[in-house]
């Protein structure tokens, strides 16, 4: 018996999810401008590995496969882990993360919606940790061509040092710890003189930041389409740029802009797709805030003081954590219970 | 003039499809062959029913007495013979019975002898007796008793009189036609409830989409010459026509649940109902009929003036129902109920017969899991967090899902429209609210059964103790006859004994008994104080709900909605 309401909005999962896959093409194809093809053979292997993964967990548990597999939440995952690894990393790495966040992560919870930790995120955390190398080696813009790109992707042996480096973001931080020693060659040069190298562009990593400008153009479509709301990235991208200004403020010789903050790795990502993904994050209004406000502080800390090229996955698993608690104690008043 | 409005938190705009049925005027039906007029309509008391099979009832004669301190009378449609008092199915989706009237018209439709009154000269009181003997209850759909909402709150006078024409629900056009046509007269009653509550002020809320009865209501103000009154055209946007949304929208005043809004000076009735009092009022005549609209899967949407107890099918007739017509519902698609029968009558709260067919209402695609994206919380009309209490309601965790305010939960159905996953949480709200509420009675039931075999117990305790003590006092006085035989003539001491022990003896029980009472009468003030609020005097249709639920309980081992199956 089907009760009211009779009629729905339409509405669905997998529209959802489509329109968070268009959002994420701008900074695709400014990716593929800067850097190469190679991440899309990227995207194509997590995909494969994703719905491979997800088809074999829903027989496993008994689930509808079509229902499931076309709700596209597996391809978020998917990309989502091709867009935050190295673009050369090796096309077994790709696949075996892919399969952990959708079987370990996603599929083992519960699927769909019950996922307490972004699978993409813990992907890259668990990646990191075990294959710290693979996963520091960066490509310039416009280093590697795509046939050398494909060898790396499915070649055997790599000299992947002596072509790659690593993140702007990394390598400003080690050349800031440099400055700091009075020993080094470097000692007393400013932030904004060690990013003078050819490595950097305008503000942040030369190309990163022309894909991170796709990224924010993608987020804020999503923000008009009402996908997300302006908490999660606001939040962020504010927590992000007070914590690193305030240091930068104090001791410009020892830390980045706030605005190289925002401009690099993987914080335009984070702040509208990544930690907007609703399962995992706070929902309240306030509680939106506070997770994404924790998130920012905390990738900040992680990338001045940690040892990782980023901040931002493990940023987000912590504050995964902490969204039950979030979440219960940030309940708005209901109607007639307001203190106006 | 302009007024600052005041917005409430969420809501949805469905396609409203009014357009369809307003194109003509309001139609007269045709006497059917049978009436059926259930005596339970309104919330409250059942009334009992004051004819007998054989009976000859004049149209607007009583039928169903007003019987408890909440209750409202049930009258004869038209003239004509009864021909059962009997139970026949309600228009509600359990598919229940009720004690109902049936009458088959004589054709003449004659008046009985209608009582009038004065309502300037006339005290509230008895105004409120006639209003509840005449059976005006609310007509926007909740059928509360009228007369029990026409008192001012503790100082005698309301702020605000807020009359309820917003009419939010998709295909419902009856308050509109209703504006249109009878403007001038539902003034005439709303000037005679303010006069009942002594309101300040009054304030008609008219949802913008309908521009012809704004019109119509302030060209009916201005030719009254009354100061005070306003119609005030408010966004369109459901639940815009929710009582206490409406009240936001033009005081700013939000009642809490469970809270009465005139403790806030504010008191709300619906266009129709107004109408409805000023009949009663200025001609006697009671609540015999109202507007319908029929709407939906139908050639010709229109609006009629239909006699309660008419069988739907009937009226549908008259409009034209498609071929693949498989449902009427009672009221519109967010919060309307699905019938059981296409000839359930209709009552004084059917506002619109929508005719349904698979294709107007498709079956919701299948339902996903949670992704827990809040839009249902966005949509919320009393800033509820749905998503939640749909955890807690699936987990039949009731405890948290009250924790979470499930009762301040309307049922609007706007998390369900705007859900992507496609859930029906409403239902979920309904099957635990319902829970809750079986609970609640199964504890009142155990505790009063508790209650009564402490006081067995407590008796028994009692009356062993007295027997034992009328034992021992015989035994000591069998004794004292012993000695004082012995003894003879030294009889002193012995009647002292029992002098002394006799005082001391009942005290001791009395102090006992006093304290078991005053435990007893303890226990009791704390059960009452937690006692459920919503378990009493219920709507009809909730009341249908909670007998339906009892009986699918009682059918199969209490299994829940599992989605996933």
């Known amino acids: 018996m089907i009760n009211s309401p009779f009629v729905r909005k339409p509405a669905s999962v997998q529209q959802v999810m489509l329109q968070v896959l268009l959002a994420l093409v701008p900074g695709i194809a400014a990716y593929v401008w800067f850097f190469g093809a190679g991440i899309l053979v990227q995207l194509t292997l997590a995909s494969a590995a994703a719905l491979a993964g997800e088809a074999a967990m829903l027989a496993i548990r008994g689930k509808p496969k079509a229902l499931f597999l076309s709700d596209l939440s597996a391809i978020v995952t998917a990309w989502l882990i091709a867009l935050t690894f190295p673009p050369i990393v090796p096309w077994w790495l790709t696949v075996t993360a892919t399969l952990l966040a959708i079987v370990v992560v996603k599929q083992l919870y519960g699927g769909l919606g019950q996922n307490p930790f972004n699978?993409?995120?813990?992907?890259?955390?668990?990646?990191?940790?075990a294959y710290p190398a693979l996963m520091s080696q960066w490509p310039a813009a416009g280093q590697l061509d795509f046939s050398s790109q494909l060898q790396l992707i499915f070649g055997g042996i790599r000299q992947v040092d002596a072509i790659t480096g690593a993140t702007p973001l990394d390598a400003l931080r080690t050349a800031l710890r440099a400055a700091a020693n009075p020993d080094s060659q470097l000692h007393g040069l400013r932030a904004s003189?060690?990013?003078?190298?050819?490595?950097?562009?305008?503000?942040?990593?030369?190309?990163?930041?022309?894909?991170?400008?796709?990224?924010?153009?993608?987020?804020?479509?999503?923000?008009?389409?009402?996908?997300?709301?302006?908490?999660?990235?606001?939040?962020?991208?504010?927590?992000?740029?007070?914590?690193?200004?305030?240091?930068w403020a104090v001791r410009p010789e020892g830390f980045a802009s706030p605005v190289f903050h925002l401009a690099s790795g993987g914080a335009m990502l984070g702040a509208f797709f990544i930690l907007t993904d609703p399962v995992s994050g706070a929902t309240t209004p306030r509680g939106k805030l506070l997770f994404a406000a924790g998130a920012g502080v905390l990738t900040f800390v992680i990338r001045a003081f940690g040892a990782y090229p980023d901040g931002v996955a493990f940023a987000t698993l912590l504050m995964n954590l902490c969204v039950p608690l979030i979440d219960m104690n940030t309940q708005a008043?209901?109607?007639?219970?307001?203190?106006d | 003039m302009l007024r600052k409005l005041f917005k409430f938190h969420g809501g949805v705009k469905p396609q409203t499809h009014k357009a369809e049925s307003t194109t003509q005027p309001i139609a007269r039906v045709p006497l059917p062959e049978r009436l059926v007029i259930p005596l339970h309509q309104a919330v409250g008391?059942?009334?009992?029913?004051?004819?007998?099979?054989?009976?000859?009832?004049?149209?607007g004669q009583r039928i169903g007495g007003a019987d408890g301190s909440l209750s409202s009378a049930v009258h004869a449609s038209t003239s004509g013979i009864v021909r059962d008092v009997a139970p026949a199915l309600m228009p509600h989706t359990s598919g229940l019975t009720t004690l109902s009237v049936i009458i088959e018209p004589d054709g003449e439709d004659r008046w009985g002898e209608l009582d009038k009154v004065n309502y300037r000269t006339t005290p509230p009181d008895e105004l409120r007796d006639f209003l509840r003997d005449a059976g005006v209850v609310g007509l926007g759909g909740a059928v509360f008793p009228s007369y029990a909402k026409l008192k001012p709150g503790k100082e005698g006078r309301l702020k605000t009189l807020v009359i309820n024409g917003a009419e939010c629900e998709p295909f419902i056009t009856c308050d509109d036609l209703l504006m249109r046509e009878r403007a001038d007269d539902m003034l005439k009653g709303i000037v005679a409830m303010r006069h009942m509550l002594q309101a300040e002020e009054v304030l008609i809320g008219i949802e913008d989409n309908k521009p012809e009865a704004v019109a119509a209501v302030q060209a009916a103000i201005a030719a009254s010459g009354q100061s005070g009154i306003q119609a005030v055209a408010i966004p369109t946007r459901y639940p815009a026509g929710g009582a206490k949304q409406l009240i936001r929208v033009l005081t700013g005043i939000e009642v809490p649940h469970g809270r009465r809004s005139t403790d806030f000076g504010v008191q709300c009735f619906n266009v129709g109902t107004a109408y409805s009092i000023y009949e009663a009022l200025e001609f006697g005549r009671p609540l015999i009929s109202r507007v319908v609209t029929v709407a939906g899967n139908v050639d010709q949407p229109r609006n009629y003036e239909v006699l309660i107890g008419t069988p739907m099918d009937h009226v549908v007739r008259l409009s034209g129902a498609r071929p693949d017509t498989d449902r009427y519902i009672m009221g519109g698609p967010m919060m309307g109920v699905r019938l059981p029968a296409f000839d359930v009558p209709v009552v004084k709260a059917t506002n619109c017969i929508l005719v349904g067919s698979p294709a107007l209402f498709p079956p919701p695609p299948p339902e996903m899991p949670c992704i827990r994206c809040g839009e249902c919380a966005k949509a919320c009309p009393a800033d509820l967090a749905p998503f939640e209490m749909y955890w807690f309601s699936r987990s039949k965790n009731f405890g948290k899902a009250q924790e979470y305010h499930l009762f301040d939960c309307i049922e609007c159905g706007c998390c369900s429209f705007v859900c992507p996953s496609h859930i029906p949480l409403v239902d979920y709200f309904r099957f635990s609210k319902s829970e809750i509420w079986a609970r609640e009675r199964d504890k009142s039931s155990s505790d009063a059964a508790r209650d009564r075999f402490e006081f067995k117990n407590f008796r028994q305790e009692r009356e062993k103790q007295e027997k034992a003590e009328k034992l021992a006092a015989k035994a000591a006085a069998t004794r004292e006859k012993v000695a004082a035989d012995n003894q003879a003539g030294t009889a002193s001491p012995a009647a002292e004994a029992p002098d002394t022990a006799k005082p001391a003896a009942p005290s001791a029980e009395d102090t006992k008994r006093a304290l078991i009472a005053a435990a007893m009468e303890k226990a009791r003030q704390q059960k009452a104080q937690v006692a459920p609020k919503n378990t009493e005097q219920l709507s009809a249709e909730t009341q249908a709900d909670i007998d339906a639920i009892e009986a699918r309980r009682a059918a199969s081992a209490a299994t829940p909605p599992t989605p996933d199956a």
């Open chain 1, 119 to 129: 699978p993409a995120m813990a992907a890259f955390c668990l990646m990191i940790v």
């Open chain 1, 193 to 247: 003189q060690l990013m003078d190298g050819p490595a950097y562009g305008m503000l942040g990593g030369k190309g990163g930041e022309w894909v991170a400008l796709g990224f924010l153009l993608g987020g804020l479509w999503l923000l008009q389409r009402r996908i997300i709301t302006w908490h999660i990235p606001g939040a962020f991208c504010l927590a992000l740029a007070a914590s690193a200004g305030l240091l």
């Open chain 1, 333 to 339: 008043p209901v109607f007639g219970h307001k203190k």
């Open chain 2, 45 to 59: 008391g059942h009334p009992r029913p004051l004819v007998a099979p054989g009976d000859k009832v004049f149209k």
